[in-house]
Structure formats: structure tokens, C-alpha cells
């Protein structure tokens, strides 16, 4: 479909982060994505891990452009996106895995921390969680890139901002989860797991 919406960013970055799931993701059945954006994401981890159940949602706006790359893979494994806001009600299902990329430093400060809090309801008492994306640590720009990046960012709105790894691990504990592993990958980005504490 020639409608479709692409990332590029999501082309490149696709391998490294499944490499990561394969192992973390092993014994999980259903996993809820957070922010699924154009699914390029979903239907490439989808197929290349057919146990699981890869649950897509997305903000109303963008669920047209993400049926476009799920209808077109038509992959037994994705079920219908759902319409999701972080602020607002969340699926009454619960999942054992929680996948995100790209996505806590365009929200709000304020709406991260309710995706953290609305975790423990919508997951089970041993689910993983997997957060993809740039991160700051100990308050520092990891690398002049990010810098420039989160510069763009708050230009582009005040709101949005790369988030301190600390400052997320408080909201994890918080939320019942404990950092297992922050693996450094391409592009000064980090994929960030987390295990939930019985």
C-alpha cells in the first residue's frame, strides 16, 4: 500500500532491538506494544517470533496508517491495534510483556509517569518490560547527537524531552519493576529491561 506510513529509523533499529527480544521475550505468550507508531515494529517482531501474541495500540490519529502496515502483513499473531492514551483507560487484558519504542520522550513528563502507573493493572505478576530509545544518564547527554536531538525535541515542544535512566527507574520501582539489563545499541539509543517483582 502505497499509503503507507514509513520510518526509517524503524528499518535500522528493527534487527538490534529483535536480537534482544528473542531471549528476553522466550517464554512470554502475549505482549502489549505502547505506541506502536507506524508498525513496522510490530509486524517485523511479530513474524519473527510467532509464540507471541503482539497486542499493537496507538493514539486514535495514528491507528489508520498502523491497520495499513498490520492489514498488509496479515499475520495471525496481530489482532486489531487498539486505541490508546496513556492518560486515559487501558485494556482491560492482561499481558506478560510490555514493549515501547521511541515513545517516553515525546510524552509529557507527566504522561510518563501515568504509563508506569497504569502498568501493575495491565500486566501479569511476572511480565518483562523492554523500553527502546535515547536516554540521558546521570543527567548527561550520552553522545553530542542526543544532545542535538534533544535540543530539536523541546524546540519542536516543550513538553517532549529525552528522559534521565534514573529518573525512569524510579518510576519502574514504583510500578512493581526491576531493571534486569540497559544494553547499549546503534545510534546511541538503549533498549532498557525490566522484570515485574511478585
Same mark, same amino acid.
Given at each position: 500500500?502505497?499509503?503507507? +506510513?514509513?520510518?526509517?529509523?524503524? #528499518? &535500522? ?32 517482531? *511479530? ?6 501474541? /503482539? ?8 491507528? +489508520?496508517?498502523?491497520? *495499513? ?9 496481530? +489482532? ?7 492518560? #486515559?483507560? /487501558?485494556?482491560?487484558? %492482561? ?13 509529557? /513528563? ?5 504509563? $508506569?502507573?497504569?502498568? +501493575? ?6 511480565? &518483562? ?5 535515547? $536516554? ?8 553530542? %547527537? ?20 534514573? *529518573? ?8 512493581? $519493576? ?13 533498549? &532498557? ?6
Amino acid at each position: 500500500m502505497s499509503d503507507k +506510513p514509513f520510518s526509517a529509523a524503524c #528499518e &535500522r533499529n528493527r534487527d538490534p532491538i529483535l536480537a534482544v527480544l528473542r531471549d528476553w521475550f522466550a517464554d512470554r505468550r502475549r505482549v502489549l506494544e505502547i505506541g506502536s507508531g507506524t508498525g513496522q515494529h510490530a509486524v517485523h517482531f *511479530a513474524a519473527a517470533l510467532p509464540q507471541l501474541v /503482539w497486542q499493537t495500540s496507538e493514539r486514535t490519529e495514528h491507528l +489508520p496508517g498502523l491497520r *495499513a502496515w498490520l492489514d498488509e502483513a496479515a499475520l495471525p499473531n496481530t +489482532p486489531a491495534p487498539l486505541a490508546l492514551d496513556v492518560g #486515559e483507560a /487501558w485494556p482491560r487484558e %492482561s499481558y506478560d510483556a510490555v514493549f515501547s519504542a521511541n515513545t517516553l520522550h515525546i510524552l509529557s /513528563w507527566p504522561e510518563v509517569e501515568m504509563l $508506569f502507573a497504569a502498568l +501493575p493493572a495491565a500486566t501479569t505478576l511476572d511480565a &518483562r518490560l523492554a523500553i527502546y530509545g535515547p $536516554f540521558n544518564i546521570g543527567g548527561r547527554h550520552t553522545s553530542d %547527537s542526543n544532545a542535538a536531538f534533544d535540543a530539536t525535541l523541546k524546540a519542536r515542544a516543550a513538553h517532549m524531552g529525552i528522559r534521565d535512566t534514573a *529518573a525512569i527507574d524510579v518510576l519502574a520501582g514504583k510500578a512493581g $519493576f526491576d531493571l534486569a539489563d540497559d544494553l547499549a545499541l546503534p545510534a546511541n539509543n538503549r533498549l &532498557r529491561l525490566w522484570r515485574r517483582m511478585r
